[in-house]
């Protein structure tokens, strides 16, 4: 705790230089495709509150760095807060016809959902573009899915796995490497999952449910995952890769860490996987630093699924994020008007009092799970 406090600025850098790049790489999906549908876009501003620096380009929009580092957003003309897209149109008529044709609102619904999605989509593109350049250039870390141990009176040895059997399926699903086996056992908590296994020229399939176990990280955080008790063979390997296949365990690894993000989140809202996993800006901090001290390979690995989290995130249909907003579209497709104006507005009042309701949380588990509060009051005695 103590070393985690004196070295909190060292945390901030690398925490964010990643988050800009992210925030930026989601802002310009939406400011992309809304300038390729004739939508005037204000600002660009990486941050919020006041403007540190910027500058104007050429089509009238403001691109600025602001004093809260903590997210960014685009500014459309007609669309200058959330509720904007409301049934205010009295102050919209005022406009010039060439006015509306770079209105926001003026667009058609899937115009605007286009623009609105453009920001999650781009979070996925840019992980697998990021995935697919370092298994191109770098090659692919990979580790056979072969037990090279069991541990005594674990699940699997119970279970009836032997050193090297080489693990084919889990629940039916394909799988090649140990580590897709670890992330399938760490969502998979105290289920039933079937192996199937392949052991000398038999294929035996068995049937055990991973213990849940409670682990700490380097910092403190605690996690609940899946544990069977077989260990990997201590050799890791380099799976190179032309553009293509590069391309495709991209896909594949941006969809498994998407699905494994998923089901971590519906555990947490059943109940079955705590929410004191659920962390903030300070783990997601420290983390960024320890992936950095790791070298460029494991930074960029960080800075994939980041971009996948923030991208999923994003999506959930709670208004004030896209995915709310997206929500709104689509009762608008369905019903041919948009939602009544004070109904949108309840959304977003409880949209906003959620995030924030979530935002506090997160940053509490943080404190608690790092003893900051244990260490101040050691400070003040």
Do not use: C
Not at 149 to 161: P, Q
């Amino acid at each position: 705790m103590i070393d985690f406090v004196s070295a909190a600025p060292a945390y901030i850098i690398p925490f964010l230089v990643v988050l800009s790049v992210l925030v930026f790489v989601h802002e310009l999906g939406h400011y992309l495709v809304a300038r390729w549908n004739g939508v005037k876009v204000e600002v660009f501003s990486i941050g919020f509150g006041r403007e540190i620096f910027g500058f104007d380009d050429k089509a009238g929009t403001r691109w600025k760095f602001s004093l809260i580092p903590l997210g960014g957003y685009v500014q459309m003309f007609g669309d200058a807060d959330p509720a904007s897209s409301s049934e205010d149109k009295a102050a919209f008529e005022k406009l010039t016809k060439k006015e509306k044709d770079q209105t926001f609102y003026y667009k058609k619904v899937w115009q605007r959902a286009a623009i609105v999605f453009a920001g999650p989509a781009i979070n996925f593109i840019f992980a697998i573009v990021i995935l697919m350049g370092m298994y191109w250039a770098h090659g692919q870390g990979v580790t056979p899915a072969l037990i090279g141990g069991v541990v005594e009176g674990s699940v699997a040895e119970k279970a009836g796995i032997e050193i090297d059997d080489r693990i084919l399926t889990v629940n039916g699903q394909k799988i090649s490497r140990f580590q897709e086996l670890q992330r399938l056992v760490s969502v998979n908590l105290g289920k039933i999952m079937a192996l199937e296994i392949e052991r000398g020229d038999q294929i035996v399939t068995l049937e055990l449910a991973p213990e849940v176990v409670r682990q700490e990280d380097n910092f403190g955080f605690s996690h609940s995952t899946g544990r069977l008790g077989v260990v990997s063979l201590p050799k890791t390997e380099l799976m190179e890769h032309n553009a293509w296949t590069a391309f495709v365990s991209a896909n594949q690894e941006t969809w498994s860490i998407s699905v494994a993000t998923l089901r971590a989140v519906g555990q947490m809202i059943i109940g079955t996987r705590s929410t004191e996993e659920l962390g903030g800006v300070i783990r997601i901090g420290a983390y960024a630093k320890e992936f950095s001290e790791a070298g460029w390979i494991s930074l960029l690995t960080f800075t994939a699924i980041i971009s996948i989290n923030l991208g999923l995130i994003n999506l959930f249909p709670i208004p004030l994020l896209d995915g709310g907003h997206l929500f709104f579209f689509a009762w608008e497709a369905v019903f041919g008007k948009p939602m009544h104006a004070k109904a949108r507005d309840i959304g977003i009042r409880i949209g906003y009092a959620s995030l924030i309701g979530i935002m506090v949380y997160a940053t509490l588990n943080d404190l608690i799970q790092l003893n900051v509060f244990e260490y101040l009051s050691g400070l003040l005695s």
